[in-house]
């Protein structure tokens, strides 16, 4: 191969496990090691698709079930050319949720199991690893309130908790826990040795299919 590829690493996680902050955190380390590294983050809200999926997530609208789903994945699949344009131009690509936010929530849901939830996102670029952020529901809590965000209520997250650990048991994927509960620099330093121990092992690999 005659350039390296970068690496594509998600954070995933209950809300206010620090997926937001982590990310940032690793993509600054990895600049200033002189890495290429970017940040997305899904549901991408900037797109035509992506509007219509923030103005449900903000209750300005209503959408039926199966179909919401199937917009958040076609928010991600909307993404995969530039994704695999700036894989192949070796820029490590960091993602704050990707499909297993997206089974984890809607399986949530009363009559959905997670193989439909899963189906729309099978093919899509593979993350080289998915670290989840684990953080249990008091501690969440002492992070801040709820917002007033679609799904921002303790019963329904604990159900997606539930479906995480569900995803979790799926050895085709490169999960790795982290203990969210410590100082966000002790995070950070799992969080960044691991993404740079990723980094190097695929640089010469070709990515991979998620769930196929
Ligand atoms: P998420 O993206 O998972 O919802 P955020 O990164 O937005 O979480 O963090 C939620 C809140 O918790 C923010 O106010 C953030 O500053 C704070 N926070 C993040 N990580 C930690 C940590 N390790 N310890 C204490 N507070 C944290
Ligand atoms: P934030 O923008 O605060 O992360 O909230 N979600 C996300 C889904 O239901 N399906 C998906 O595919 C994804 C990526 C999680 C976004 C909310 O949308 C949920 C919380």
Redo the contacts with the bound molecule.
């Keep these: 191969m005659s350039c390296r590829r970068g690496a594509l690493i998600v954070l995933e996680g209950v809300?206010r496990a620090g997926?937001?902050t982590q990310c940032q955190k690793l993509v600054q380390a990895l600049q200033q090691s002189g890495r290429a590294a970017e940040i997305m983050?899904?549901?991408d809200?900037t797109t035509k698709i992506g509007q219509l999926?923030s103005s449900y997530?903000e209750k300005k609208s209503n959408l039926e079930d199966h179909t919401?789903?199937l917009l958040?994945?076609a928010?991600?699949w909307e993404m995969v050319p530039l994704m695999k344009q700036k894989l192949e131009q070796g820029i490590n690509l960091v993602v704050?949720?990707?499909?297993f936010?997206?089974?984890?929530?809607?399986s949530a849901k009363p009559g959905f199991s997670l193989e439909w939830c899963m189906n729309p996102?099978v093919g899509l670029p593979k993350p080289d690893l998915v670290m989840f952020l684990q953080l249990n529901p008091n501690m969440a809590a002492n992070r801040g309130e709820y917002?007033i965000?679609?799904?921002?209520t303790s019963a329904f997250q604990r159900t997606?908790h539930q479906r995480f650990e569900e995803l979790m048991q799926d050895s085709s994927v490169n999960w790795k826990v982290i203990d969210a509960a410590r100082t966000i620099e002790e995070v950070h330093k799992d969080i960044k040795h691991l993404s740079e121990e990723i980094i190097r092992l695929v640089e010469n690999q070709p990515v991979g299919k998620l769930w196929r």
Excluded: M, Q
């Excluded at 704050?96 to 499909?99: I, N």
């Design positions: 809300d997926k937001t983050r899904f549901p809200r999926i997530l919401v789903h958040f994945s928010n991600r704050d949720r990707y499909a936010s997206g089974v984890a929530f809607t996102d917002g965000e679609r799904y921002e997606v």
